[in-house]
């Protein structure tokens, strides 16, 4: 399978790809994505039971810590025997979660920068909408209905208001 994709005429369709994907490119996507990088980078809450860390790290109990634990390991175990005998466990793992991103994290983020000149709002969206999603550790909702983006009435500012997930 790896050679398959190291073929020349692999290298080539994925080359294309990367051309058409550039040509379609705005720079309010940029934009977005890049300010999203920012973000994660900066502003990002995480709690101590995520798997990856951002700089703004909330610690749960040591109790709370212990059963989360103590939920992964079995629905681990029970994820051995294979993927649908562990639902339950999984289920049980995500409603502990939840509860613990009610608990610690923010009900609404607002990260606030200079004015920020955004020509297509969809676009800007999108972009933001793949950085977070990308990283992988956002708790926050990321649809596009649900991200308020907003200027101050002075218009000294632009906020980026972000709800926590259900």
């Given at each position: 399978m790896?050679?398959?994709?190291?073929?020349?005429?692999?290298?080539?369709?994925?080359?294309?790809?990367r051309i058409k994907?550039?040509?379609?490119?705005?720079s309010d996507y940029q934009f977005?994505?890049?300010?999203?990088?920012?973000i994660y980078y900066n502003i990002l809450p995480t709690i101590s039971i995520d798997s990856?860390?951002?700089?703004?790290?909330?610690?749960?109990?040591?109790?709370e810590k212990k059963e989360f634990e103590r939920l992964e390991k079995l629905w681990?175990?029970?994820?051995?025997l294979g993927k649908d005998e562990a639902k339950e466990e999984w289920e049980e793992v995500m409603k502990f979660r939840r509860k613990m991103e009610n608990k610690y994290l923010p009900p609404i983020l607002d990260c606030t920068y200079w004015l920020m000149n955004i020509r297509d709002m969809k676009?800007?969206?999108?972009?933001?909408?793949?950085?977070?999603?990308?990283?992988?550790?956002?708790?926050?909702?990321?649809?596009?209905?649900?991200?308020?983006i907003f200027d101050?009435?002075?218009?000294?500012?632009?906020?980026?208001?972000?709800k926590l997930g259900d």
């Open positions: 790896y050679r398959e994709m190291l073929s020349p005429e692999n290298k080539k369709k994925m080359r294309d790809k994907d550039k040509e379609e490119m705005t977005g994505y890049f300010v999203g990088e920012n990856i860390h951002t700089r703004h790290l909330i610690k749960v109990s040591y109790r681990s175990d029970k994820y051995d676009e800007f969206k999108k972009g933001l909408i793949s950085s977070l999603w990308n990283c992988d550790i956002c708790h926050y909702k990321l649809e596009e209905d649900e991200i308020e101050d009435k002075d218009l000294y500012f632009t906020t980026i208001r972000l």
